[in-house]
């Protein structure tokens, strides 16, 4: 059995017996960074040196060569700079990852006090540098952690560059040497994975930092680990430990760097939900009471892209559950949270995302049995769940494919196929989603039937009438449930792992999706039926916290109007329905939703038709250009995807010819608006037109 402590003792002193024999130039001095300067080598690490000379002397290339020849020759491979004092402070300003390696800087032989004036000079220039270059020194630290992904979620950990690994060690040293941050105590965590990344380049007799399945069996039995599960439950809980203390201390550093005034704009974001300087947080007088706050605050995070302010998550873990069936607003922001995914894995870390989705504590880090995943199980979910709202725009109910996404394979352990206990699961949360029938039906199928695709075109020729009918039968011969079938198959499989989506496979499920929906009725949009007594008027729904607005206009721009005093107030629309009567006026409803204020006070309709009256408000505000669809369905219905946002509805009216009727719903954070117009109208410049308004192009 291999003992990695003493295999690094051993390898550091045979550094330093060669080294020790080296005949340094006069007025020089060597020193160490990496692994050898922090004593964390093994028998296949690198050397990496800086040879250290007093300013304006100059180092002749054979000299410097002759101290390099004894390393090469003992096969080491050898990363060397020559540098003055002042040329190692500088590297702080120009190269952020040099700099980051050069902290380690330390005396190997030679002139000490040369290394001593370069590391007080390196540190100081670092502490100015560092608060200089905030962003870019953490920006390099996010492109690190998308390379090498999250140790404890991958199925091949990377143990040095992975996050949570051993490269946040030295990051957090990096925050404490330019006095931003504190390093927490993080001894045994840096123990488990030198070790394992040592007995790593022991059994795979080379340099490397990916723990392949093949050697974590053998690596957990040298550590004294029942099998590999065992060690990558450990390595998983230390990489989390040691991710939670880099967010801590990114925190505290980003809060001293920030020049922001000490009294930050608080902007009103939702309900008791407020942006503070760039930060989600609660107002001062919030309700803790409410079970509707908490996912609020998730679907804020994941509408604005802004990070929640430290400890606000914690405040939240005792608010009251919701109720067996969620409230409309609550069922809403969940599909919101869904358009974000990584606010699934910040609300996970302080244990509140299971008390939406139960079931996900039983595959939070938890292995595959498939040898092509990447990815923990939790994981996979996730960036299934993102890669499909990429794409959103595509499908026609894109909270249904979120929430098939998430529940995929969540199914997994226990003992049965895991579609059929996903599909019994997401059942189940459909319900409380407030789901109707036929779309508990969709959404269970997609779950069921989510590797038919991948099995059929794996096994059986794609062209053929026995394929297809095979896919119609999976998919209960409705075109909504294959069309996000199709998109769910290849986000699952680019999830997986390299090479799992390929050509023939995406030629394959085409071919199968294609084929299929040629023999399906395209199902065409009804008339909507609008209910609007008088010119203005307002009804409140208690029981889903939702307003009604019903209105009537001579013509179809004055519509802007009602949707103008919505923006205003900071409501948001998320149905509507609106059809030309047949005298040429217009009747609508829209079901809204507050925002910025208590149900209690946006229920005063006297207010509101005051508001609309009065004329104050008659333009909407400006959008944010998003990637969008705008086609035309059969049967001349004209249909446009996009995010979901503020008056983006009244937008694209304003690019729309006159319509006979339009309806909108905003599934998934995900505005689809249908309209049926006159027959004369020009297709292309309506397409033109709207895309140009929302995506600009």
Known sequence: MLEPHKIRAEAYSSARALIDNLVIPPNAALAATGSLARQEMTSYSDLDMVLIHAPGQQLEEEEVAALWYPIWDAKYHLDYAVRTPDECAAVAETDVAAALSQLDLTFLAGDKQLVDESRAKLYATWRVSLQKNFDRFIDSSIDRWRRAGPIASMTRPEIKNGRGGLRDL??????????????????????????????LHEHSRRHRDVLEPEFAAEIAEDLGFKDRYELSAALAKTSTTISNAVERGLSTARGLVSRRSVHRVRKPLDVDVVDEGGYITLARNANLNDPGLILRVAAATARTGNPVKNGVWQRLRDVPDLPARWPRTSADDFFTVLTSPQVIIEMDKFGLWERYVPEWNRIRGVLPRERNHSHTIDFHSVETVERCAQVRTTVGRPDLLLLGALFHDIGKGYGRPHEQVGAEMVTRMAQKLGLNLPDRMRVQTLVAEHTTLSKLAARMDPESDEARNAVLDAVHYDPLTLAMLTVLTEADSKATGPGVWNHRKAAAVHELSLRGLRMLDTFVPARPRVYAPADIGLHTNWEDKQLTISWRGSYQREVVRPLAVVAALGWVVTQAAMVREEDGSYAAEFTVRALHERLE????????????????????????????TANWQV????????????????????????VKWLTMTS???????????????????VVRNVTEALSGG
């Open 635 to 658: 049967g001349g219905v004209f249909e446009v995807r996009t995010v979901d946002q503020r008056a983006v509805l009244g937008h694209v009216i304003g690019k729309l010819p006159d």
């Open 170 to 199: 030295q990051l957090l040293r990096a925050l404490a040497l330019g006095n931003l941050c504190d390093v927490p105590e993080l001894g045994a965590e840096r123990d488990l994975l030198l070790d394992v990344r040592v007995l």
């Open 667 to 685: 599934p998934g954070a995900t505005m689809v608006v249908q309209a049926a117009m006159s027959e004369t109208i020009s297709r292309a410049a």
């Open 601 to 628: 006070r946006a229920a005063d309709e006297a207010r509101f038709v005051q508001a609309y009256k009065s004329g104050v408000y008659s333009t909407l505000p400006e959008i944010e250009k998003h990637p969008s």
